[in-house]
């Protein structure tokens, strides 16, 4: 069956720190996403991916790149980590039609010390 | 600014006992408002899309409406593997060709037997 895997599911990491999030899809989609979750904002955009090739930034861009080279990957990395990024992050992904329903991986739970 | 606003935070109902969610939503130009359910530790999971005023979705004991300004998740005789955060989203219809949602705080809804 087709799914979305994210690793690793749990990150202990520290101040400064160069980290990456892993993200898999096996949909084949051409959309993919990366939302952060914390208490009282609900989940936040933080880059997204129409393609390969393609990246965009969302509403809370700062301090996060990623790059896409294939189909399947989106690795979201944060350049300098602060502890301002600990959170639980979502990705996700969706047919190129809009209007299409998104699909999230399992999360990433990160703690910046 | 697209806005989407749920209510209540939280609710508590006891099995059987329905009730109904609200999700308001400030878009300019609505593409499609989205349902999905989240248990604790682990991704949103897709429910519903709705694409238009008056247009009504059913699962199981779940159903939901959608108007010019809100959503509604009605909940008929609910038992407690119902319970979950609920979480609304919208997508625009008119951007830069964004596909990205945005989501509401959701409403924690426990069911007790």
């Known amino acids: 069956d087709a799914e979305i895997t994210q690793s690793p599911r749990h990150k202990i990491t520290e101040t400064g720190r160069q980290v990456t999030l892993a993200c898999h899809q096996t949909?084949?989609?051409?959309?993919m996403f990366w939302y952060r979750q914390d208490l009282g904002h609900g989940l936040r955009l933080i880059h997204y991916?129409?393609?390969?090739?393609?990246?965009n930034k969302g509403e809370v861009s700062d301090g996060y790149s990623v790059s896409r080279s294939n189909t399947e990957d989106l690795p979201l990395t944060l350049e300098s980590a602060a502890s301002s990024q600990t959170s639980v992050y979502f990705c996700?992904?969706?047919?190129?039609?809009?209007?299409?329903?998104?699909?999230f991986g399992p999360g990433t739970r990160l703690t910046v010390t | 600014e697209d806005q989407v606003t749920q209510s209540p935070e939280a609710l508590r109902l006891q099995e059987g006992e329905s009730s109904s969610l609200n999700c308001s939503y400030t878009v300019s130009g609505l593409r499609g408002l989205f349902w999905y359910r989240q248990d604790p530790g682990k991704g949103p999971e897709f429910l519903f899309t709705?694409?238009?005023a008056g247009e009504e979705k059913e699962k199981e004991r779940l159903k939901a409406t959608l108007t010019k300004k809100e959503s509604f998740l009605h909940i008929t005789a609910p038992k407690p593997e119902d319970s979950a955060t609920y979480l609304c989203?919208?997508?625009?219809?008119?951007?830069?060709?964004?596909?990205?949602?945005?989501f509401g705080s959701g409403t924690r809804l426990q069911v007790q037997p």
């Open positions: 989203a919208v997508q625009k219809a008119r951007d830069t060709g964004r596909r990205a949602l945005t």
């Open positions: 709705l694409y238009s």
């Open positions: 949909w084949n989609h051409n959309n």
């Open positions: 991916s129409y393609g390969v090739h393609d990246t």
């Open positions: 996700a992904s969706s047919e190129s039609d809009r209007g299409s329903e998104q699909y």
